[in-house]
T-cell receptor, first 111, second 115 residues
């Protein structure tokens, strides 16, 4: 079946850029998402990218997609302490279809 | 911003008991979902629901599980006879449609502990 993998943990200093990486196996993945989960909260959709795009920028967030390598990354510029959370990568072959999630990357931002 | 509400936030039950997890989706949304996350594992899809019927379900969603939208506002997940391995965080989600720009809004989850 489909699989989505992420590294478990990332620590950065406030003001630095963070890059969270994700790999996936399903070549029919059409929609790829990044969700953020803060303690005690649900999963908040941050951004998404379609498989026909290489890059998407949304304020401090930049998503890069390498379809050949099935690699997705989320770059957060000027990382703030409020960005500390777990970040989940997810994919689906069809919009609104069931999402396959990665295990999440815990981002810790040190002041 | 509108939000999906889940109750209770924590539920403790004895093995073999029935539990009902409740969710109030966002009011104009039409598609509803349940996901779960066992401690230390990935978030997994359970079921999607539209127009008062299940539209998709995963292998996890066996005969022990059922979903219902009893009154037009609540969306419930029932586990008939809980097992230890049902212990997990259960997330409800809803979306307005299944379009390409669709956002899934998730609730903050119900932590189910089966003893």
């Amino acid at each position: 079946g489909e699989d989505v993998e992420q590294s478990l943990f990332l620590s950065v200093r406030e003001g630095d850029s963070s890059v969270i990486n994700c790999t996936y196996t399903d070549s029919s993945s059409t929609y790829l998402y990044w969700y953020k989960q803060e303690p005690g909260a649900g999963l908040q959709l941050l951004t998404y990218i379609f498989s026909n795009m290489d890059m998407k920028q949304d304020q401090r967030l930049t998503v890069l997609l390498n379809k050949k390598d099935k690699h997705l990354s989320l770059r957060i510029a000027d990382t703030q302490t409020g960005d500390s959370a777990i970040y989940f990568c997810a994919e689906t072959p069809e919009a609104g279809n069931m999402l396959t999630f990665g295990g999440g990357t815990r981002l810790m931002v040190k002041p | 911003e509108p939000e999906v509400t889940q109750t209770p936030s924590h539920q403790v039950t004895q093995m073999g008991q029935e539990v009902i997890l409740r969710c109030v989706p966002i009011s104009n949304h039409l598609y509803f979902y349940w996901y779960r996350q066992i401690l230390g594992q990935k978030v997994e899809f359970l079921v999607s629901f539209y127009n008062n019927e299940i539209s998709e379900k995963s292998e996890i969603f066996d005969d022990q599980f059922s979903v219902e939208r009893p009154d037009g506002s609540n969306f419930t997940l029932k586990i008939r006879s809980t097992k230890l391995e049902d212990s997990a965080m259960y997330f409800c989600a809803s979306s307005e449609s299944r379009g390409t720009n669709e956002k899934l809004f998730f609730g903050s989850g119900t932590q189910l502990s089966v003893l």
